[in-house]
């Protein structure tokens, strides 16, 4: 059974903080998404990353890919209080039609 | 373009009474999905269509059906609702496979089952 973990599982910092969170897996992954979630609302995709190793950056957001494909990360530069959401990680290893979906970060940023 | 809605938005269900969720999404997509969400534990796969005419049973799809007679449409069945079943349900589509399978979503409907 394929299993995706996020670390931490909520995580509360003032404004302009740097932080990361995790998602990490045993199983390996052809493509992995991040998405967040606001109160009230659905998840919105943030980036899908394919290759090992890969970083792509999104204005303060930064991704990046494992060498091996198993686990991904997260950096968000001086955190704004807009950053504040729950953010989840998918994982596709194209073999069927459906993602692995990790718990979620609850992150809350303070002004 | 209005993406995936989702009707109702909230609702308050009685055990053992029964109800429809509606998904319709105005992108074309072949494929649709239905989540379950509850706190800690992410989203759970319901069940999904891959196009007109077929579904699938997902993770958790005990209590639940669906049916998928138009493309733009998915629907989410409670025939006997438990008080198991309170949750925020979320409907995805998704625009092809062999991709990435990236998954848009609708706002939620959350259920309450007393």
């Known amino acids: 059974t394929q299993l995706l973990e996020q670390s931490p599982q909520f995580l509360s910092i003032q404004e302009g903080e740097n932080l990361t969170v995790y998602c990490n897996s045993s199983?390996?992954?052809?493509?992995l998404q991040w998405y967040r979630q606001e109160p009230g609302e659905g998840p919105v995709l943030l980036v899908t990353v394919v290759t090992g190793g890969e970083v792509k950056k999104l204005k303060r957001l930064t991704f990046q890919f494992g060498d091996a494909r198993k686990d991904s990360s997260l950096h968000i530069t001086a955190a704004q209080p807009g950053d504040t959401g729950l953010y989840l990680c998918?994982?596709?290893?194209?073999?069927?039609?459906?993602?692995?979906w990790g718990a979620g970060t609850k992150l809350i940023i303070k002004p | 373009n209005a993406g995936v809605t989702q009707t109702p938005k909230f609702r308050v269900l009685k055990t053992g009474q029964s109800m429809t969720l509606l998904c319709a999404q105005d992108m074309n997509h072949e494929y649709m999905y239905w989540y379950r969400q509850d706190p800690g534990m992410g989203l759970r796969l319901i069940h999904y269509?891959?196009?007109?005419?077929?579904?699938a049973k997902g993770e958790v799809p005990d209590g639940y059906n669906v049916s998928r007679l138009k493309k733009q449409n998915f629907l989410l069945g409670l025939e006997s609702a438990a008080p198991s079943q309170t949750s925020v349900y979320f409907c995805?589509?998704?625009?092809?496979?062999?991709?990435?399978?990236?998954?848009?979503f609708g706002p939620g409907t959350r259920l309450t089952v007393l």
């Open positions: 199983s390996v992954f052809s493509s």
């Open positions: 998918a994982g596709s290893d194209n073999s069927n039609y459906q993602l692995i």
């Open positions: 995805a589509s998704s625009p092809y496979y062999g991709s990435y399978n990236e998954q848009f």
């Open positions: 269509s891959v196009g007109e005419g077929t579904t």
